[in-house]
């Protein structure tokens, strides 16, 4: 496997530290194929005009924030713009004291296109849109610089402008797009500096929005998620494929003490669901992931609410081993014991990557590794790809430091011996597919 240095060391440094990277993740990814196939079939939707609201279910260290970067990734490559944010307690959905506005100002922070995955894209989107439907004037016979060229370069603009007007918000965001396109046009980087700002919804008061962009009002905790509605449409007719928003973190929600700031929350979530779901968002798909006890508990979590418990519970027909990958809530598995052999062994290969040295541990090795963390009593419920993962990568390290070490001492030894359960002909029987 041949993996830039960079890229190998931002992915086991990632791991380690039990997150996950933002880079390399086709090198590492195993498993996930049913529930990514199931999202890449709202991005087709999304991308013809529909909306799509997904919730990733999982317990800690799962996989869910992997397989949003996973999507992340692939919906980039299709040409999405896709922004993600992480609930806290000071950034929920809706809240008293700019919650909901913080969770605003975090997604605008994190736009991101394929070409600045990185976040920050903003300005850059606003900038293509504006060069983009130059080239377009260009090639339809346009001469650069003459007085036609400037009022069908308008004409294009407003045509995008006055399609988003009609929206909720869609005048005053009509407007700072054409304010945007003439400090463009004149190169006045101070107004493009200050609506970019009030995109970002950094305006705390509206006195010092009119001041600086003659706009009388700003976003607010309120109102912030009709102007996610708004961005998708207009990054649809800036030439993109869609808006993916991503909500990780909804645990933070269920943690609220106060059951009615709870309620408010859901409230928000609901609002959200039924938009997409009764063609009032375009071109927009939301994915939220939080943990089985988050969604599912019916004192605190999402199904305390009854109207969101109705709309997103199983049906009679899901279960044993038949799951509706279309309904709005994909439940993880847990990756298979052939998953996890392959996926440590692809991390085998980029370590030796890094480190520069021939990879030692033998599939043997990777094997009875597996089974010494599967062998633990309550592994078959408890044991997560994050806890797994980090005690792999901390075996590698070892080895490396001490070569005279080998993987199967280090296994075999007191320290790493596994307590089987009181039939070990079961726990044996379990792993008949790994013999060598």
């Known amino acids: 496997m041949k993996i830039p240095k960079r890229i190998a060391q931002a992915v086991i440094n990632s791991l380690k530290g039990g997150v996950v990277p933002r880079i390399g993740l086709p090198y590492i990814t195993v498993g996930r194929q049913t529930e990514i196939n199931a999202l890449l079939h709202d991005v087709d939707i999304i991308s013809e005009g529909g909306a799509s609201f997904r919730f990733i279910v999982g317990k800690y260290g799962s996989g869910k924030s992997f397989l949003l970067q996973t999507i992340r990734n692939y919906v980039m490559d299709r040409g999405f713009i896709v922004a993600d944010a992480d609930l806290s307690p000071e950034r929920r959905l809706q809240g008293t004291k700019g919650q909901g506005l913080a969770t605003y100002k975090e997604l605008m922070r994190n736009i991101s296109t394929k070409t600045r995955p990185e976040g920050g894209a903003l300005n850059l989107i606003l900038d293509k849109w504006i060069s983009t439907v130059q080239s377009e004037v260009i090639e339809n016979g346009g001469e650069l610089g003459s007085p036609d060229f400037e009022k069908q370069v308008e004409k294009r603009i407003f045509e995008v402008v006055n399609s988003v007007s009609e929206m909720v918000h869609g005048f005053d965001f009509a407007r700072l797009l054409t304010l945007y396109y003439r400090a463009y046009k004149n190169g006045d980087d101070e107004i493009k500096g200050a609506v970019t700002k009030w995109f970002r919804g950094e305006y705390t008061t509206k006195t010092e929005a009119r001041a600086e962009l003659g706009v009388g009002i700003i976003i607010t905790d309120e109102d912030w998620y009709e102007y996610i509605k708004l961005f998708a449409f207009f990054f649809k007719k800036a030439g993109y494929s869609g808006f993916i928003m991503m909500i990780d973190e909804l645990v933070n929600i269920y943690k609220i003490p106060n059951a009615i700031t709870r309620q408010y929350n859901y409230e928000k979530i609901l609002t959200m669901y039924n938009d997409t779901l009764q063609g009032k968002a375009q071109y ?40 509706d990958m279309l309904a709005p809530v994909i439940k993880l598995d847990p990756l298979s014991y052939e998953e996890m052999l392959v996926l440590t062994e692809k991390l085998s290969e980029i370590h030796a990557e890094l480190f520069g040295y021939t990879r030692k541990i033998k599939e043997e090795d990777l094997v009875m590794f597996i089974k010494v963390e599967y062998g633990r009593i309550g592994a078959d419920t408890h044991i997560t790809p994050r806890e797994v993962i980090r005690d792999f990568i901390e075996l590698l390290d070892i080895l490396y430091q001490n070569p005279d070490m080998t993987a199967e001492k280090m296994l075999s030894s007191g320290k790493f011996e596994y307590s089987k359960p009181q039939n070990e002909a079961d726990t044996d029987d379990n792993f008949t597919e790994f013999e060598i």
């Open 284 to 323: 927009l798909g939301i994915i939220m992931c939080g943990t089985p006890q988050c969604i599912e508990d019916t004192r605190r979590g999402v199904y305390s609410y009854e109207a969101l418990r109705s709309r997103l519970a199983e049906g009679k027909f899901s279960g044993d081993g038949h799951r």
